[in-house]
């Protein structure tokens, strides 16, 4: 559900692409973007911070 906040930045297959790596290799959306060397615009702790999806 994080993910969806990356959504209009990335877009939504690529959140989906996070979404499903993140599941199967059991890792946190944060791992996987970094994994990926994702270049993404914005403060990703503010991105990703579940207080803001309130």
């Known amino acids: 559900m994080i ?3 990356l959504t209009p930045i990335i877009g939504y297959d690529k959140a989906g692409e996070i979404t499903k790596k993140a ?3 059991n ?3 944060r791992e996987v973007i970094q ?3 994702m270049n993404i615009l914005g403060d990703l702790d503010e991105l990703l911070g ?3 999806m309130v």
Do not use: D, F, G, Q
């Open 50 to 52: 579940p207080n803001k």
């Open 23 to 25: 599941y199967e290799a």
């Open 3 to 5: 993910v969806t906040r």
């Open 35 to 37: 994994e990926l060397a």
């Open 27 to 29: 890792k946190s959306i």
